[in-house]
């Protein structure tokens, strides 16, 4: 396959994950802020932490006002990561290898663009209630990955697409629980409290995890929530579980078996999904969490890297993506 294909597909995938996560994580926070105390201010900059773009949201706007973050994160054309910048690209990667997608797949991606455009010109930000729009967005998307998931053929394309999706998925798990451990909780003292579980459940919530884990877990509690969103071998948006999806797509498209390495982005994924593997909670907890989940995203990201060097750095005249939120 073309690198230039390749890397189209690649970023096909991490664009669409990308647009259901910020999809996703505003319907969860603007629900939040309907349980939270009436006494309590809205907590809107948290989300802006979480997707890592606090510096260009800082350049444009004064405060975290909720329809200005709204926008920001889901209209505003000039962050490169908002759901109508990401759905743009997607839709753009998509028309460069139309040929690899199939008739319902590019319809419903083509769909979703014009109904997120839509949405920018009706200024859904602007709305008291503007979840339907974000619900929408979310399983439209959720629509494409189920339209992928029964016609596409497994062939390279498809495990190049996937690992697009499974490395987003699995940066995004670790930036919301970052952001909810060291923001949204400052007070010690409201440790255990009923506003502590609120922020629990709404995080569990943002990855459509609060079901299962209550089945699994029982009662909500911080270990068990950490060691359910970053370690968990059998949940589909753990860090654990995208990074050893991401592996095993790697090996299909080099055609290894399985052991060892044929190439750099190959050994640090290794070394990542093994350290993941081996760790236990306490491991992350001894560790400290921040810093744990910052040495977490530095090594997705640096695996990113040896991905685009190995796969799409080749003599192809083209002009490769970057990982934006690096």
């Not at 759901?83 to 769909?111: G, H, P, Y």
């Not at 602007?126 to 974000?134: H, L, T």
Request: net charge negative.
């Amino acid at each position: 396959m073309l690198s230039r294909v390749a890397n189209s597909i690649y970023w096909l995938g991490r664009y669409l994950e990308r647009t259901e996560n910020y999809a996703r994580f505003i319907d969860v926070n603007f629900n939040l802020m309907l349980d939270l105390p009436g006494d309590l201010q809205e907590q809107w900059e948290p989300l802006i932490l979480a997707t890592g773009d606090d510096t260009i949201f800082r350049s444009k706007f004064d405060r975290f006002d909720k329809k200005e973050v709204i926008y920001f994160l889901a209209f505003d054309t000039d962050n490169p990561n908002s759901i109508i910048s990401s759905v743009t690209a997607a839709r753009e990667n998509a028309r460069i290898i139309r040929e690899n997608l199939t008739k319902e797949t590019w319809e419903k991606l083509n769909e979703t663009y014009h109904f997120v455009k839509k949405g920018a010109e009706r200024k859904e930000w602007k709305k008291e209630d503007p979840r339907a729009f974000f619900e929408s967005v979310k399983n439209q998307i959720l629509l494409l990955y189920g339209l992928a998931e029964n016609t596409v053929a497994r062939t390279e394309g498809w495990y190049f697409r996937q690992l697009g999706l499974f490395l987003e998925r699995a940066d995004k798990t670790s930036r919301i629980l970052d952001v909810k451990y060291h923001i949204l909780l400052p007070s010690v003292e409201e440790i255990g409290s009923p506003l502590d579980f609120l922020h629990w459940m709404a995080l569990l919530k943002s990855v459509t995890a609060f079901n299962t884990y209550k089945r699994l877990y029982g009662n909500i509690d911080p270990s068990g929530v950490v060691e359910f969103l970053v370690l968990n071998k059998y949940f589909p948006r753990s860090v654990f579980y995208c990074m050893k999806e991401a592996e095993n797509c790697l090996f299909k498209i080099s055609g290894s078996n399985g052991t060892g390495f044929s190439n750099s982005a190959e050994k640090a994924m290794g070394e990542l999904r093994s350290k993941l593997e081996f760790d236990d909670v306490s491991d992350v907890i001894g560790t400290g969490l921040h810093e744990y989940l910052e040495s977490l995203l530095g090594k997705i990201n640096t695996i990113s890297n040896k991905i685009d060097d190995n796969y799409f750095q080749i003599k192809d005249n083209f002009v490769s993506q970057s990982n934006r939120q690096g």
